[in-house]
């Protein structure tokens, strides 16, 4: 079973331009979860998706981060236009929805580096 | 989800047996207990789970108190692909639309393994 990809590894833009993250959860995983850590803090989560529906967007920094997950696959995460915080690593993470309460286990991709220069 | 409180850092010797433990004194009767660790340069793994019971599985072993206000995450024999970031997580259940919960990590214990 493939695991978590998320494209790209590394990201290097300046202030104001856009960058568009990407993620391919497991197969057949309907949650799908943003985090980021932002340098010298703990992974902060950002939104969640139930297929393509937005669970929960209450992490979301501001109106400059634009998440998506069209047919319910693969997830997008748009940042427009970027500021030098938002410079971090981003996670993907994606489990299973039938799961126990409080069970089910998060998998998560390697993390796509950004820096806002 | 109830706080945890971890130590900062601990070392270990290469094959000696490692217990990390956490405190979760406001922990509430629904909450799991949820361990995750962070290689350097990797996303989050999990690495066990447990609600009252102590568990087993192929990575370590989770020992969970009697009154659950407290529990250490077991590895038998530290390696030192073992050094990594270890977080406990109190995830409580499901939320009113039947989803699963975020993970809400704190710092973590950072596990240095000694050769």
């Known amino acids: 079973e493939a695991g978590v990809t998320q494209f790209p590894s590394h990201s290097v833009i300046e202030k104001g331009q856009t960058v568009t993250l990407r993620c391919d959860p497991i197969?057949?995983?309907?949650?799908l979860y943003w985090y980021r850590r932002v340098m010298g803090k703990e992974i902060k989560f950002l939104l969640h998706?139930?297929?393509?529906?937005?669970?929960?967007e209450s992490g979301m920094p501001n109106n400059r981060f634009l998440a998506e997950r069209t047919g319910g696959t693969y997830s997008t995460l748009k940042v427009q236009p970027a500021e030098l915080e938002d410079s971090g690593v981003y996670f993907c993470?994606?489990?299973?929805?039938?799961?126990?309460?409080?069970?089910?286990?998060?998998?998560f991709g390697p993390g796509t580096r950004l820096t806002v220069l | 989800d109830a706080k945890t409180t971890q130590p900062n850092s601990m070392e270990s010797n290469e094959e000696e047996p490692v217990h990390l433990p956490c405190n979760h004194s406001?922990?509430?009767?629904?909450?799991?207990i949820h361990w995750y660790r962070q290689l350097p340069s990797q996303g989050p793994e999990y690495v066990i789970h447990?609600?009252?019971s102590n568990v087993n599985n192929r990575m370590a072993s989770l020992a969970i108190a009697e009154d659950r206000k407290s529990s250490t995450l077991i590895l038998h024999r530290a390696t030192l692909r073992d050094a990594a970031v270890y977080y406990c997580?109190?995830?409580?259940?499901?939320?009113?639309?039947?989803?699963?919960?975020?993970?809400?990590f704190g710092s973590g214990t950072q596990l240095t393994v000694l050769p």
């Open positions: 197969s057949g995983h309907d949650n």
């Open positions: 998706f139930v297929k393509e529906s937005k669970q929960d």
């Open positions: 447990g609600l009252t």
């Open positions: 997580i109190l995830r409580g259940p499901k939320i009113s639309s039947g989803s699963a919960r975020q993970l809400t």
């Open positions: 406001t922990i509430s009767g629904t909450d799991y």
């Open positions: 993470a994606s489990s299973r929805r039938r799961a126990s309460q409080g069970t089910d286990t998060q998998y």
